[in-house]
Nanobody
Framework: QVQLVESGGGLVQAGGSLRLSCVASVSLTSLGDMAWYRRAPGQQRELVAS???????NVADSVKGRFTISRDNTKDEVYLQMSSLEPEDTAVYYCNALSKFLPREYWGQGIQVTVSS
């Protein structure tokens, strides 16, 4: 069973920055596409940023220019660098990975990010 563990969340003032980290229990090269999602209170889950096994990245319009997704295969970690944070970015952020070989996906437990105005 693949485990994803997020860290790096917390409380930050508007305009500040945070970097979320997601550590996988397996080599990232054994996983398929990976992504960060978020769910704000009372709202549906939203795709924030993702990258494919081919190296293509995608960032939601709502965070474009402020958030960056990256990875370090040597550490089996995926990152979400968040800058110029806004109160609207307050949400629980989740790391997600697709299985490369099975119709299965994996989720982290989620981590809270709170941006105060």
């Amino acid at each position: 069973q693949v485990q994803l563990v997020e860290s790096g969340g917390g409380l930050v003032q508007a305009g500040g920055s945070l970097r979320l980290s997601c550590v996988a229990s397996v080599s990232l090269t054994s996983l398929g596409d990976m992504a960060w999602y978020r769910r704000a209170p009372g709202q549906q889950r939203e795709l924030v940023a993702s990258f494919t096994t081919r190296g293509r990245t995608n960032v939601a319009d709502s965070v474009k220019g402020r958030f960056t997704i990256s990875r370090d295969n040597t550490k089996d970690e995926v990152y979400l660098q968040m800058s110029s944070l806004e109160p609207e970015d307050t949400a629980v952020y989740y790391c997600n990975a697709l299985s490369k070989f099975l119709p299965r996906e994996y989720w982290g437990q989620g981590i809270q990010v709170t941006v105060s105005s």
